[in-house]
């Protein structure tokens, strides 16, 4: 199992209830592969740098999970194909947690 970050720009029209539903079903991915998520650090509503699909802000949200590489191929399917989701970056990170 390696670590990783995921990052996530949400809608930011979306209400918490939603947000949370949304980051509940990529946890359950994660712990499917018998992964475990880490830490889960909120970053809420920032500007961004420019337009994504006619959104000025969006809803900044950092995953630090460890898991097998099964789990990520799923995720980047997902999140991809999820109109809530503006944007989402997976990358490994060095840190042991």
């Known amino acids: 199992m390696k670590n990783y970050e ?13 947000i949370n539903e949304e980051l509940s079903k990529i946890t359950s991915i994660i712990e499917k592969d018998k992964g475990k998520v880490q830490s889960t650090d909120i970053w809420g509503v920032k500007k961004l740098a ?3 699909k006619r959104q000025d802000n969006g809803f900044y949200v950092l995953l630090h999970f460890n898991s ?3 789990a990520l191929a799923e ?10 989701i503006l944007r989402h970056l997976i990358v490994k990170s060095n840190e042991s947690n």
């Open 75 to 84: 995720l980047g399917r997902l999140n991809k194909i999820n109109d809530k």
């Open 68 to 70: 097998g590489v099964g």
């Open 50 to 52: 420019y337009p994504i």
């Open 6 to 18: 995921l990052m996530l720009i949400f809608d930011s029209l979306l209400e918490d209830p939603a």
